[in-house]
DNA sequence: GGTTATACTGACATTGTTGTCAACACATGA
DNA sequence: TCATGTGTTGACAACAATGTCAGTATAACC
């Protein structure tokens, strides 16, 4: 077997002549951010067996104890990670309602695209696949019931100004879910969807009107006293 | 050393009194739809690090060279999940929207429906985010225009009987992606969703239901000649 | 009964991945 | 310039997972 020759006594120097030394030295938090970049490109275009420490410390150019240093174990990277997305996700989604405040874009649209964002989602979406939700307390799923509440109030507002009824409840957040949901499933399949139905960018951002669209009409109609529904 | 000895005659036997030499044989096919059925239910609960072979085979009560007997490769078996569940998603599909032809149910919340299936769904996903759609042919993308196809057609015909315009071939294809993508996503985040936004069982449903209308009632909108929307 | 085909098993080999450790190098401040 | 803290590394340990193999048990057919 001869399994070790062992001798580690630096009989087997690779190179003596050069000094090879440079040793690049970051400060923790770059160190981090560059070490969670990595793992979140590998997550996002491999999967969860994508995140392989050794892998990830030859992306950022480092050797793999480097991150175990940083973040204690993989388990504490994959943590990590998720907290990070976690609150990309948030300010993404909360400027995205804030801008859409002055009714310059659809807020539903908003969402969707920051939802949909093909990194984000498809992060997320591991997440959620393995289950490793309950390890966040919060999770995508709060964001959309917060989101939800501030499309009701939007909606409650209006319905005020317009001396019309306030719309129920529950419709905002069938409107609210049916968004997330799509947005989600769009990022994992609408890749494929549009390229099996032909749809160039063009084609794809038509969809995403078409969409912003079809809930535009829907609360239009849903807000609007019975038998009234000249939206715009 | 007498460790091999053959001695299955009990050194070590936990009853001695018993033979339990009842090895279990089922016939080829069998092994393999009960394998798959394993790997396929903890693929769903644990996400893609869940198939493991040494798991796998202590759920169906075999030793885990028994399963590469049977699929040749760890890879081999997940192929074999991906084929089995693309021709039982094709199934289920093609009953559901033959089903619906004769207009008992809204064909698009049949497909909804089959598609959200966890199990079906989740899978998918999970093939879908390793960029493993690539191997089968038949992926997800081309069963949904297939459908969109289906659909229009029928469309098409109804506008023909009620003498309307001939809808755009393109809504009808965002038809069938909004209503793939959200099913996708629901596989993935309908659950947590549904929990956040404090819905039971019957509030899933009535959200089946309103996504239906939703769409339902976009159709009779842009089908209807220009102006006259009186649907039911 | 005997023969054959094959589903199946235990033990082992192999490989890959996480985690540990002692030592090293780079920055900062005395 | 020395001391200190800490980012960083190579070598190794420990473990887990897939895959191999020779051999065993069972069903089917003669």
């Known amino acids: ?35 969670l970049d990595a793992a979140e490109k590998r ?26 240093h940083h973040f204690e174990s993989r388990e504490g990277l994959v943590k990590a990670l998720i907290a990070r997305t976690n609150t990309q996700l948030r ?9 859409s405040g002055d009714a ?13 964002d093909r990194g984000t989602a498809r992060l997320l979406a591991w997440l959620l696949l393995t289950g490793r939700v309950n390890d966040t307390s919060k999770g995508p799923q709060v964001l959309m019931t917060e989101i939800a509440d501030r499309l009701h109030a939007h909606r409650e507002e209006n319905a005020k100004q317009k001396g019309t009824l306030a719309p129920d409840r529950e419709d905002t957040f069938f409107l609210a879910m049916l968004t997330t949901s799509a947005a989600f499933g769009d990022a994992i399949i609408g890749r ?3 390229e099996a139905a032909g749809l160039d960018e063009a084609g794809v951002k038509r969809f995403r009107n ?3 669209k079809l809930l535009r009409q829907h609360v239009e109609r849903t807000d609007a006293p019975a038998g009234d529904d000249e939206g715009k």
């Open 1 to 35: 077997m001869s399994r070790t020759a062992s001798s580690h006594t630096a009989a087997t120097s690779p190179d003596p002549a050069k000094p090879a030394q440079k040793r690049v030295r970051r400060t923790a938090e770059e160190a981090r951010r560059l070490i």
């Open 43 to 68: 997550l996002a275009t491999q999967g969860p067996e994508g995140i392989r420490l050794q892998d990830i410390a030859r992306d950022v150019g480092i050797s793999h104890p480097a991150i175990l």
């Open 91 to 99: 300010e993404k989604l909360l400027t995205a309602l804030g801008n």
């Open 104 to 116: 310059a874009q659809d807020p539903i649209e908003s969402v969707f695209e920051a939802l949909s």
């Open 192 to 194: 494929y969807l549009a």
């Open 210 to 212: 078409w969409f912003g």
